[in-house]
């Protein structure tokens, strides 16, 4: 029990330390973005306009007020085209960390600094997105969770006069089948004026 003990103090020691080495403030869950907003509360990706949605393989998607498409997959949002790149946002979350005391495996919960992905702020030139999906993080208040959307793909080109092409990252094969399903719509979206240099 004692050698536990220790353990647990050990840990939550160094997770102290590297805290307080970090010079960047906390970010409260009210902050995070876009905060704790579900996806099918976030304004963004509500419908614009009032045709019904369209259906494309299993999915069915909408152009979004985003800017871009929400693709549902049944009630659920599958995933987000969007026309904003990833940001990164130092998070507060909670962390499974396991050992080993006295040949006993050992499994807690600490707080920990990490990284999670947002939406960012920035517009990408038009017909360019990134594909998003939502996963929620748990912050070091326990029970509250905080949004993280992942990038899945990016709908872009390598030159300014090039073809468009989805590059798809790491994700299961059914995901991916269903991310090369949706280039005809991301094919139809609006593309800008080729350039005249």
Known sequence: ?????????????????????DENPPIPPSQCLPSGIRPEN????????SEPPQKIGVLSYYPNRGGGFTFREGADIAFYALPYPPQTRDFDAMV??????????????????????????????????????????????NGIFCREDTPIAQWDRDTPTGKFQ????????????????????????????????
């Not at 976030?42 to 306009?49: E, I, N, P, V, Y």
Request: net charge positive.
């Open 1 to 21: 029990m004692k050698a536990f003990l220790a353990a647990v103090l050990l840990v939550g020691l160094s997770v102290s330390i590297a805290e307080a080495r």
């Open 42 to 49: 976030d304004s963004r990706l509500a419908k614009r306009g």
């Open 96 to 141: 499974l960390v396991g050992g080993n005391v006295k040949g006993a495996k050992v499994v807690f919960h600490v707080a920990q600094r990490v990284k999670i992905f947002a939406v960012g702020t920035e517009k990408l030139f038009p017909g360019a997105y990134f594909i998003y999906r939502c996963r929620p993080v748990e912050t070091a208040q």
């Open 166 to 197: 989805l590059s798809i990252m790491d994700v299961d094969s059914q995901t991916r089948v269903k991310l090369k399903s949706i280039v005809p719509v991301l094919e139809q979206a609006p593309k800008p004026l080729p350039s005249r240099s």
